[in-house]
C-alpha cells in the first residue's frame, strides 16, 4: 500500500502538475488509509466497499470534521481509481461512494463591514501591525491563497499599475489586480519591512517580526488573532477569499471573470460563489419582504 501510493503521489506532482503543498496533503490523508489498512491486514487489492465505509467511520470516531473526512475520501477515490487504471486492482471500491450532502457546506464569508471591522483591527503604530494590515489588505483585494500570498515577491509587485503577479497550483501564473487601499497599505508598508529585515535580506514581501519568511501557520494566527479582537469570532484567511468572491458576484462581476481571478482551472469550482450569493439574497429577501 506504501509504495502504491508513493507511486501515485509521483503521478500528481510529473503528470498533473499539483503543488508541493497539495501533494503534500494527498500524502497526509493517505498515510490515515495505510494505517487503517495496515491495522486492519488489508491489502489494496482487497479492499472492498465495505472496508472503505468502515475506514471512513474510523475518522469519524477519531473526531475528524465532516471537511475533512471529504477531503480525505477525495484523495482516497483518486487513489482507487489509479490503482484501477495501472492494473493494481480489479475493481475500485470507491466508485459508487459519493460525497454526503452536509459534506457539501458552502464557504463561509464575512460581510462588508465586517471585513472592515478586521482591516481596521491591526495596531498599525507598530511595524507588525502596518505588516498585518497591508497583509489584509492584500488578501481580501486580490483573493489570493495563503499559499501563494507567503511565496509573493517584492519583484512580484507593480504599485505603478496596480497590480500583482501570483503563481497558483501546478507552477500557473496569473495578474491580479491591487485596489488603491492595498496599494497605499504595501507602500506604507515598505519601510517597516525594512526595520523587521534589520539589515537582513529577502525576496519575499510579507516577513515575520524576525526578518524571516511569514509562513502559513503565522498568517492563519494572526489573521485569527486580529479577528478576535475584532469580536468577529473564528476566521480564516481563507475566509477572505471566499468573501472576495462572494462580494464580486454579488456586485454583478461575471463568473468567468471570477474563475480568473481566483485562479480555478474549472469554472465548476467558481460557481459555488453562485449558490452562496442565492443563499445570501434568499436570507435578504426573507428578512425584508413583507410577505417573507
Known sequence: MKEHVSRFIEYLRVEKGLSQNT????????????????DNNVAAA?????????????????GLSDRSIARTLVAVRGFFKFLLLDGHIERDP??????????KRLPKFLASDEVEKLLEAPDVTLDTGI??????????????????????RASDLNLDLGYALVFGKGGKERTVPLNRSAVSWIERYMPARARLLAGKSSRLLFIDSNGQALTRQGVWSLTSGHAKKAGLGRVSPHMLRHSFATHLLENEADLRSVQVLLGHSDIATTQIYTHV???RLAEIHKQFHPRG
Open 23 to 38: 501533494a503534500q496533503a494527498y500524502t497526509r490523508d493517505l498515510e490515515k488509509l495505510i494505517r487503517f489498512a495496515s
Open 46 to 62: 482487497d479492499f472492498h466497499r465495505s472496508d472503505l465505509v468502515d475506514f471512513l467511520g474510523s475518522l469519524r470516531a477519531r
Open 94 to 103: 470507491g466508485l459508487d461512494i459519493d460525497l454526503a450532502r452536509h459534506w
Open 131 to 152: 505588516r498585518d494590515r497591508a497583509l489584509l489588505e492584500t488578501l481580501y483585494a486580490t483573493g489570493i491563497r495563503v499559499s501563494e500570498l507567503v511565496s509573493l
Open 277 to 279: 450569493t442565492s443563499e
